[in-house]
């Protein structure tokens, strides 16, 4: 059975151990991308100084969509509770994009997305720099290959932990040692295997929550065994017309055969695109509807507020639990007034499951504790492929040795 074991380990590391690589360096640099970010970048996250009033929300948005091109639009506004901290405007477009602004004077600092250094670790991590269009027939190839080292990697720990097992419990510890003054090649084994058992539990618990964003079928019996159904995304439906979409085909169809006054439909999209606001209707009341909801609970962090809702963020990544748990304030768009409130206490599991498995993966459940932790283990499980290979080509060259000195 052992044997069985060691080639499994063996012939799974070998081809994959470049990705698992890759996939635990860059996990690793992702762990603390925002402290990094913020220290690479001071001006843009700190005010330059603390005033006695801030300007209102709705002042901070007209100066500021005032500058914006035609199609990009302000979604929302992030306030942190910090006084010291600037304010996010969401924007339309690009994904995630967003600008920080200094909330005394109106000042944009700039962008609050990913930096180019992080966007780049981000997609090696998730796709491995596959830009999630799709190949083929719908293939994303970079989240497979991710997705399928990944799972490879929960087989290779697995068999790590049995090859390594003592035969003898009185041998336990001292398999845990890790020999540093009898050479190379001891060390080199001992980081490998004594070392990858440190860590092994915490590589397992980032490959088995990793899983659910690589493979709908994983993330679908995933969510089960906590008794949560996952909504299945589905296609679009084929358009009629032999396969052409209903937008192309009045596009193409002769002026004289459209009904009277009526527009191509990608004229029509323009011209609604140039008459798009440039911020929700409702963002006149978000002043209101802050100081409502910063008057609820001083255990937010910061108050996220869109279109028509408010969340009050309660998890960081320095406090323990789920680090996106926030409560949900719906509110009137002509009065402002808070018309429901759905509190994190009170929410199902199936609310909430998502965001403790995003925080379980990045190790930010037990606070700055184990966010180091899993950071540093994810550095070390980087260096497991490195450790292996250079014991599989030593023992490799050992034998074309050996074999040379009998010939």
């Known amino acids: 059975m052992r044997k ?61 969509a005032a500058t914006l091109p035609d199609s990009v639009s302000i979604t929302g506004v992030t306030i942190p509770s910090d006084p010291e901290r600037t304010y996010t405007l ?32 981000f997609r090696l991590h998730r796709w491995l720099l596959d830009n999630m269009k799709p190949a083929g027939e ?56 004594v070392g990858g058992v440190y860590v092994s539990l915490l590589l397992l618990i980032a490959a088995l929550t990793g899983l659910t964003w690589s493979f709908e079928w994983y993330r679908t019996g995933f969510y089960g065994l906590f008794g949560v159904s996952v909504e299945k995304k589905g296609k679009d439906a084929p358009a009629k017309g032999g396969g052409k979409s209903e937008a192309r085909a009045d596009k193409d169809r002769p002026a004289d055969k459209r009904p009277e006054g009526q527009a191509p439909r990608g004229e029509g999209r323009e011209r609604e695109r140039k008459d798009k606001p440039k911020a929700p209707k409702t963002y006149l009341l978000w002043d209101q509807v802050y100081r409502e ?47 429901k409130v759905k509190l994190y206490k009170d929410a199902k599991l199936e609310k909430t499951l998502k965001g403790w498995i995003y925080t379980v993966h990045t190790g930010a459940w037990g606070g700055l504790v184990t966010r180091i932790l899993a950071c540093l283990a994810a550095l070390f499980g980087a260096s497991l492929p490195l450790t292996g290979y250079y014991l599989f080509f030593k023992r490799k060259l050992a034998q074309r040795r050996n074999k040379a000195k009998k010939a």
């Open 293 to 339: 909801v910063a008057t609820r609970s001083n255990a937010y962090h910061e108050i996220n507020i869109s279109e028509d809702e408010a969340r009050g963020m309660l998890g960081s990544l320095n406090s323990a639990g789920n680090n996106q748990a926030a409560d949900t304030y719906h509110f009137d768009a002509e009065t402002g007034a808070i018309t």
């Open 138 to 193: 719908g293939i994303f190839w970079g989240r497979i290959i991710v997705g399928t080292s990944t799972l490879l990697f929960i087989f290779v720990l697995i068999s790590g932990l049995v090859i390594w097992w003592p035969r003898k419990l009185k041998d336990l510890r001292k398999q845990l040692r890790i020999s540093l003054h009898h050479g190379r090649h001891r060390l080199f084994y001992g980081l490998h295997a």
């Open 4 to 64: 069985l074991f060691k080639r499994l380990h063996l012939w799974l590391s070998l081809p994959f151990g470049l990705i698992i690589m890759t996939t635990c360096l860059t996990g690793a640099l992702l762990a603390f991308e925002q402290e990094l970010t913020q220290l690479a970048f001071p001006s843009r996250y700190r005010v330059a100084q603390v005033q006695a009033e801030k300007l209102p929300i709705q002042t901070l948005i007209d100066r500021v």
């Open 90 to 121: 969401g924007l339309s477009k690009p994904r995630k994009a967003g600008l920080l602004i200094d909330p005394y004077t109106g000042e944009v600092k700039g962008r609050s997305d990913r930096t180019p250094f992080y966007s780049v670790v």
